[in-house]
């Protein structure tokens, strides 16, 4: 599987950008999808994950209730809508594939496949 990671940008604070995460490959259906983000000087953090179909989601308790991810099978992409942007929000977003479509990891080294990351940056 293949990631292409998409859709990073600069925006205010209290804002809001979507995330792309267009997966090339077969048998989309046999993996969950996660977000990570990394800010500099910080280690790679869960964001968010979505099961097979989409109908399980886990979220970050920093991003619940903010962030929303969805899957569109057809497209084999994955999406993170980002609302009300915080300045903290601002880090390197990386998509991740692993082929447990069931479970939802949070860790990255759970991770089989890498995006190549997007820089979202959130100004004050």
């Known amino acids: 599987v293949q990631l292409q990671a998409s859709g990073g940008g600069l925006v205010q604070a209290g804002g809001s950008l979507r995330l792309s995460c267009a997966a090339s490959?077969?048998?989309?259906?046999?993996?969950?999808m996660g977000w990570f983000r990394q800010a500099p000087g910080k280690e790679r953090e869960f964001v968010t994950a979505v099961g097979r179909g989409g109908v399980t989601t886990y979220y970050a308790d920093s991003v619940k209730g903010r962030f929303t991810i969805s899957i569109d099978n057809a497209k084999n992409t994955v999406y993170l809508q980002m609302n009300s942007l915080k300045p903290e929000d601002t880090a390197v977003y990386y998509c991740?594939?692993?082929?447990?479509?069931?479970?939802?990891?949070?860790?990255?080294?759970?991770?089989?496949?890498w995006g190549q990351g997007t820089q979202v940056t959130v100004s004050s």
């Open positions: 991740a594939a692993v082929a447990t479509p069931l479970r939802l990891p949070s860790t990255p080294g759970a991770y089989d496949y």
């Open positions: 490959g077969r048998d989309f259906n046999n993996y969950s």
